[in-house]
Nanobody
Framework: QVQLVESGGGSVQAGDSLRLSCTAS????????LGWFRRAPGKERESVAV????????IYADSVKGRFTISRDDAESTIYLQMNSLKPEDTAVYYC?????????????????????WGQGTQVTVSS
């Protein structure tokens, strides 16, 4: 089993920055990919970014490219989401996610069903 715990959310104004953290525990050696999803009020869950646990290759949703950066720190069993130039439409609950080995992850990473483990979420609110 893997446990994921997010932190770092908060309320900011448009243009501000936040850094989210997610610490993984348990059988983390089985994880191949880690990432972030978000759910805005009244909307479906939406993929944000994913990072390989072995190569650090990253993929981003078009809506956050150039503004968000996902990274990992293996020594701390932690991944991060650096969010810059935040917009009101970024307001959502952000979830840390992790996946066991999957084939064709570059084609399926954006689907919530790709992931086996989910954190409890952390609220990000961006006001104009």
């Amino acid at each position: 089993q893997v446990q994921l715990v997010e932190s770092g959310g908060g309320s900011v104004q448009a243009g501000d920055s936040l850094r989210l953290s997610c610490t993984a525990s348990g059988r983390t050696s089985a994880i191949y990919n880690l990432g972030w999803f978000r759910r805005a009020p009244g909307k479906e869950r939406e993929s944000v970014a994913v990072i390989s646990a072995t190569t650090s290759n990253t993929i981003y949703a078009d809506s956050v490219k150039g503004r968000f950066t996902i990274s990992r720190d293996d020594a701390e069993s932690t991944i991060y989401l650096q969010m810059n130039s935040l917009k009101p439409e970024d307001t959502a609950v952000y979830y840390c996610v992790a996946a066991n080995y999957k084939t064709r992850y570059r084609d399926t990473w954006s689907s919530s069903t790709f992931y086996d483990y989910w954190g409890q979420g952390t609220q990000v609110t961006v006001s104009s």
